[in-house]
């Protein structure tokens, strides 16, 4: 069994940086891929971002491109996001997710059923 614990989530103001982090504890392994996604009030959980094994590929929705960077440290089991210039609609619960397999292409990455292992979620508000 793994286990995946998000943290860093809060309250910024619009134009603010945050960071997430993920940690998997547990039966855990570096070749596996992680995705982060999110969900507004009252919306679907979506797609955010997603890594590779040794985080040389990695995928973004389109309206996170250019601000929001995911990264994984395998010898600290924790997969981040950074993500920066945040703005009201990035206002959402975001869950950390891992998938079994070091690499899928993009469509994978963007689908739920691809992870099998997902965290409790950390809430982070934009606003002003």
């Known amino acids: 069994q793994i286990q995946l614990a998000e943290s860093g989530g809060g309250l910024v103001q619009p134009g603010g940086s945050l960071r997430l982090s993920c940690v998997a504890s547990g039966r855990t392994s570096s070749t596996v891929s992680m995705g982060w996604f999110r969900r507004a009030p009252g919306k679907e959980r979506v797609f955010v971002t997603a890594i590779n094994w040794n985080g040389g590929v990695t995928y973004y929705t389109d309206s996170v491109k250019g601000r929001f960077t995911i990264s994984r440290d395998n010898a600290k089991n924790t997969v981040y996001l950074q993500m920066n210039m945040l703005k009201p609609e990035d206002t959402a619960v975001y869950y950390c997710?891992?998938?079994?397999?070091?690499?899928?292409?993009?469509?994978?990455?963007?689908?739920?059923?691809?992870?099998?292992?997902w965290g409790q979620g950390t809430q982070v508000t934009v606003s002003s």
């Open positions: 997710a891992q998938a079994p397999l070091p690499f899928y292409s993009r469509p994978y990455y963007e689908r739920d059923s691809t992870y099998n292992y």
